[in-house]
């Protein structure tokens, strides 16, 4: 199969593309005819060799990408519920070896879902890890309920625009942090207030959030306190030394106390439930794939380059074929 691959860590110009050798099919996946990959920031930090959980990432030649999009071509002896053609999406972890950068991509049955009618192999290569942090992080970590108050720090980002539309979709009252340019297109995501931080300073606009979600981890729970409901948690994307310390103690301190200020970090993990969980919101048109740019999988290298600008507007898709 056709793949992009390296031999070594390095720039994005370690990136090749060439044949490499279709993997092997075990009894609980999928083989997928992958049509579409997304370029996610640990894309690159693996391919640097400066991703933190590096030492579950496979050998070389090394093949990237956590994001696919494609059709079913062959199933596992143990595989229920899935059949030949259906058009399937879905998340590979670092220890399920990654290799979505490729025309063939093997996952298992679990961790995929079915593509909504509608969506093309491209938008739908561009939500399940970005929307699955932000399900992950705002449901599952900081139990969002209708009424909310959240702030979502990135918001224009790859997390950031589905972390907005889930929070909106699920009845918070929703603020946007980014830059001004992307102000109006978090507002038509569904955002009620936008601060643009180069003007202005959410933790000076008189506002309060039961839920904060930084998805670029640029701020702690510290700065964030004065800003935050009583109960309130501040929820990362980053697993900061000072994040995980403060994560342990606040939750240690709200067994013993009345409810205090949290933090959390949420760490994805692919999910074939929480995927058909956004493909309803899709479905129900509360969410929507947002794609910035589209490289023919042979441009990776300037697709990793875009991604490390960390000026993306939602995602950046590899198109595979
Ligand atoms: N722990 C996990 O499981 C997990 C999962 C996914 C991602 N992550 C991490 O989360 C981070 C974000 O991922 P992503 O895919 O959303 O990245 P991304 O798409 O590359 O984020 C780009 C966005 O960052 C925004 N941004 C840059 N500087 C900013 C600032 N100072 N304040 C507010 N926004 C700013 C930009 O908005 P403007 O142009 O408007 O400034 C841009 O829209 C990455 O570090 C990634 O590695 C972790």
Redesign the pocket.
Known sequence: MKAIYQTQYGKSDVLQFGEQDLPKLKGKELRIRNHAASV???DW?IRAGRYQLQFLVPSFPLILGSDFAGEIVALGDDVEGFHVGDKVFGMKNPSEGLATYAEEVLAPAENVAIIPDGISYVDAAGVP??SL?AWQALVNKAGLKSGMSVLI????????CYAVQIARALGAVVTA???G??SAMVTELGASQVVD?NQCDFLKEGNSYDIIFD????HKLDVCKPVMNPGGIYVS???TPENLKSMMITKIKSLFSKPCKKTS????KSSGDDLEKIADLIVSGRLRPIIDRVFPMQEASQAHDY?RS????G?IVLKIS
């Not at 998805?215 to 640029?218: D, F, H, K, L, N």
């Not at 960390?310 to 507007?313: E, G, H, P, Q, V």
Request: proline residues 5%.
């Open positions: 996610n920031p640990r930090l890890l970005c942090t720090i990135g918001a224009s980002g790859g997390v950031g942090v980014c830059s340019k992307n931080y998805t670029i981890g640029r994307t980053i697993p970090v949420v760490m994805v991604s960390l000026r993306a507007r995602k």
